[in-house]
T-cell receptor, first 117, second 111 residues
Framework: GAVVSQHPSWVICKSGTSVKIECRSL??????MFWYRQFPKQSLMLMAT?????????EQGVEKDKFLINHASLTLSTLTVTSAHPEDSSFYIC?????????????FGPGTRLTVL | GQQVMQIPQYQHVQEGEDFTTYCNSS?????IQWYKQRPGGHPVFLIQ?????EVKKQKRLTFQFGEAKKNSSLHITATQTTDVGTYFC???????????FGTGTRLQVTL
């Protein structure tokens, strides 16, 4: 199957700083990427849909000014957590959609564990 | 909005016992996917079901999509310690719509 990478795999930062997470589709082009957040022992919650060359679509309750998404190329989307606070500590997972005949498939990255002190 | 619930939330079995998790959607689904997430890991795609009443098998795992395309199940026969993890279903209302994850079922298997 297709491969999606994320960088970094984990990050620890101080409260008030910004953190950038990269999501790359390694062997296919992804016009659409998705950003999820998962708190401990909970399900994945979709934060936003990232479309190449246009603005991201945010889910209800997700602050677009706090979680900046940039999808500048067909293989890269970035999520920047601005002015991070301890409550932003979570597991952030990206996913890239590959268009195929017969239906699209969605491939998940390995996730980024963010800890805000 | 669309809700996808799974039961049970948690199950603890002894190795060799069977296990089933049930997934129920508030809306009719175009397709449903199942994922496994090991502790500390990320979701790994297991399978996709598309047709009403579809049943698929992967070794000891049996996946079923309900006739009404609103529910699904995953059954594991003779569990092993390697089956430990959280199993999520995820469904779409249409092929172009977003994937909504279920609440997950955490499986613990002991010897």
């Amino acid at each position: 199957g297709a491969v999606v990478s994320q960088h970094p795999s984990w990050v620890i930062c101080k409260s008030g700083t910004s953190v950038k997470i990269e999501c790359r589709s390694l062997d296919f082009q992804a016009t659409t990427m998705f950003w999820y957040r998962q708190f401990p022992k909970q399900s994945l919650m979709l934060m936003a849909t990232s479309n190449e060359g246009s603005k991201a679509t945010y889910e209800q309750g997700v602050e677009k000014d706090k979680f900046l998404i940039n999808h500048a190329s067909l293989t890269l989307s970035t999520l920047t957590v601005t002015s991070a606070h301890p409550e932003d500590s979570s597991f952030y997972i990206c996913s890239a959609r590959e268009r195929r005949e017969g239906g699209d498939e969605q491939f998940f990255g390995p996730g980024t564990r963010l800890t805000v002190l | 909005g669309q809700q996808v619930m799974q039961i049970p939330q948690y199950q603890h079995v002894q190795e060799g016992e069977d296990f089933t998790t049930y997934c129920n959607s508030s809306t009719t689904l175009s397709n449903i996917q199942w994922y496994k997430q090991r502790p500390g890991g990320h979701p790994v795609f297991l399978i996709q079901l598309v047709k009403s009443g579809e049943v698929k098998k992967q070794k000891r795992l049996t996946f079923q999509f309900g006739e009404a395309k609103k529910n699904s199940s995953l059954h594991i026969t003779a569990t092993q310690t390697t089956d430990v993890g959280t199993y999520f279903c995820a469904g779409r209302k249409s092929t172009a719509s977003k994937l909504t994850f279920g609440t997950g079922t955490r499986l613990q298997v002991t010897l």
